[in-house]
């Protein structure tokens, strides 16, 4: 478990039920909304100063009640506040109906609301709890705030976007900041959620945190060293190349062979103890001139793979970088069934036409690593890619699940699923990592880490998280040699 609150993710049911739980232990529910709109006024406070007027957007539910409480402390400290209701607000209920009756301001309804320079908008319309998608009216709204580029400070979640998922639900703010409590949503780091929110704070209104951690499934977290450490292997003394684990990556034909080397070197760098590039006989000779730390086999057949694989010490390869897509490709995997294999790329591809051929080969204990971008991801699983209802984090699970193998579903968010229902949301990658080679590289990285006897799940995670790294020290305009050379081991 994370060391501090503000490191989990509660998906916006947890949340609710976070709240549920603390009014039923008898805390005063009504004091916690008093202290979140409070650090929301002293937030805006802080972080616009020169504001001519604070425009407070009051939604239907809690969240507008803790805009009504912000609008109170700002109107309180002596700033211009002007106040917006979504709804008929003698419609308000518990909480909510109590922070406004406290609220000296008369409201307008929202469609009356026209930016003007120097305004700062409090969103507080929905939150991280909106299942739909916002009206006409809001949408509009949000379009002419946006136009006029007022600058937005979000309670909670920016209006419009979804807590679980990021996805915007018809039109969402662009916040400058967003202040949250307790805990982030995964809406907050996935994308587009994530630039949407602008800067992130997270503010402890005073929950406890045995209730907080009891209502936290702990399924979706973000990707920190905390999530996989425990699986690292303990460093010892007495090791030797063999204890540190044998990768394999296989080449391409002779003019495709610089994938295979970004991944090989990458691997020995993350740690593996050897490191072996498995090449066409026509291809050892355009490796053997560029290569020094990392061996060579000659495999140019399933029969010669086949052959070799009576060596048991042979247990963790990747598949895919330059090797080229087809019958050949197919055919190795086969034959490594019962080892550890990152497939990536050419071998993703390889099983475009029938994606269960390849699922149906990897069952039991996962062994099995995928790393697909968006497009392969839609070839291998096309009705999940294509249910618009699911959030990258469920589509990734439900691809876990079917395929028995750890899932990278690759991007700006990209996020790791295991079979079992945990996924982690990766935050560290700069943007600069899209370039070509970059996922040789990292299918590398996990390939060493699963040499190293971490499992399918760790390694993934443990590989997108180091390959972020790398990609932060190798800096803007890196190219996936100077990536390949940035990566260090945990």
Excluded at 29 to 36: I, P, Q, T, V, W
Excluded at 317 to 341: C, E, K, M, N, W
Excluded at 357 to 374: I, K, N, W, Y
Excluded at 464 to 485: F, I, N, P, Y
Aim: proline share 4%; with cysteine.
């Amino acid at each position: 478990m994370s060391k501090h609150l503000s490191d989990l993710l509660l998906t916006p049911a947890e949340m609710a039920a976070v709240d549920a739980a603390a009014a039923a232990s008898g805390i005063d529910s009504f004091g916690l909304m008093e202290r979140a709109g409070a650090a929301v006024a002293a937030a805006a406070l802080r972080l616009h100063p020169g504001a001519l007027r604070f425009v407070i957007l009051c939604g239907p539910g809690n969240n507008g009640g803790d805009a009504y409480v912000a609008a109170r402390h700002l109107q309180e400290s002596g700033a211009k506040v002007a106040l917006f209701h979504l709804g008929d607000p003698l419609r308000l209920k518990g909480d909510a109906a109590r922070a406004r009756m406290g609220c000296a301001l008369s409201g307008q309804e929202l469609g009356l609301y026209r930016p003007e320079t120097g305004d700062v908008v409090i969103d507080g319309l929905f939150g991280a709890g909106l299942g739909r998608a916002v009206s006409a009216d809001v949408c509009a709204l949000i379009e002419g705030v946006t136009e006029v580029a007022i600058p937005v400070l979000a309670i909670d979640l920016p209006s419009g976007l979804d807590g679980r998922t990021g996805k915007v639900l018809g039109a969402a703010f662009r916040a400058c900041n967003t202040i949250t409590f307790m805990t982030r949503k995964p809406g907050h780091l996935l994308m587009p959620g994530r630039e949407l929110c602008g800067e992130l704070e997270v503010f402890d209104i005073g929950i406890p945190a045995r209730i907080v951690r009891a209502e936290a499934g702990g399924a979706i977290a973000e990707n920190t060293p905390d999530a996989w450490r425990s699986a690292l292997p303990a460093e010892q003394l007495e090791t030797h190349k063999y204890k540190r684990g044998h990768l394999v990556v296989f080449s391409g034909e002779a003019d495709k062979t610089g994938a295979a080397r970004m991944s090989a070197i990458s691997g020995l760098k993350a740690g593996a103890g050897l490191v072996t590039i498995a090449a066409p006989h026509a291809a050892m000779a355009a490796n053997a001139a560029h290569l020094t730390a990392v061996m060579l086999h000659a495999i140019d057949d399933e029969a010669d793979l086949g052959d070799w694989l009576s060596d048991k010490r042979l247990q963790t390869f990747v598949l895919g970088p330059g090797f080229g897509i087809g019958t050949r490709a197919r055919g190795f995997v086969s034959a490594l069934a019962d080892r550890h294999l990152v497939l990536d790329a050419d071998g993703i591809s390889s099983f475009k036409d029938d994606p269960q051929q390849l699922f149906d080969l990897f069952r039991g204990e996962p062994r099995l690593v995928l790393t697909p971008h968006e497009g392969e991801f839609a070839r291998l699983f096309p009705d999940i890619g294509g249910d618009d209802a699911l959030g990258k984090v469920d589509k990734a699970l439900a691809a876990a699940r079917r395929a028995n193998a750890a899932i990278i579903y690759k991007g700006a968010d990209t996020v790791i699923a295991a079979p079992d229902g945990r996924a982690l949301i990766n935050t560290n990658a700069p943007v600069w990592l899209a370039t070509a080679g970059s996922g040789d590289v990292l299918a590398g990285i996990i390939g060493g880490l699963l040499a190293q006897g971490l499992p399918a799940f760790e390694a993934a995670a443990a590989g997108v998280w180091l390959h972020g790294e790398a990609g932060q020290r190798a800096g803007k305009g890196l190219t996936a040699e100077e990536l390949a050379a940035e990566v260090l081991p945990v």
